[in-house]
């Protein structure tokens, strides 16, 4: 629950000037990488940081930090994106091995403790990004994978890609067994 003194403070900020820089900021953070989870607008995290901050679930110590904004960026919108990277990394993993298409069920966990753990910041969003282009650098000798890659990354289901991208879905389940070995592989050299 959020504390009525903070409360006031917060309603009485000029809303439109934060939200804009706020925006500003977030879309900075993700330029060079065009691959937003599919439905994903870069306004969603912010929309997620002031609710964060409106429900007392992040506390803003207006003592500790005056500045209102640089509090959003560097101690809310950080950790989201550092956040939402981490789960776009691990979503593609998880999508491959629980597609229900392969024996991964067993690959997931030697899978996922290479992956590094991810602390809030900067650093954690490039390693996330490094890792994720580790996995299509893997891919770059096959086109189709890559494709299907992509789409897995997004969130689409086997289905949707094979109507998405006019394939079998036979050929699309092959594609993803494809992907499966070549990634693990990369992962687990890493």
Known sequence: MIDNEILQKLNAQDWEEIILELNLFVHMQFRGNSELRKG???KDLVNDAISLVYTGN??????????????????VLKSLISNYFQAKELSVITKLSYAGLSDADEELPDLIGNIPDYNHGIDAEMEAKETYDTMIGALADDDDAQLVFEELAQGAKPKEIAESLDYKIEDV???????????????SNK
């Open 40 to 42: 994903f607008e870069v």
């Open 58 to 75: 992040r506390k803003w110590d207006y003592q500790k930090h005056p500045d209102l904004i640089k509090f959003f960026k560097f101690n």
């Open 173 to 187: 389940r092959n594609i993803i067994k494809r992907i499966e070995r070549k990634v693990s592989k990369v992962i």
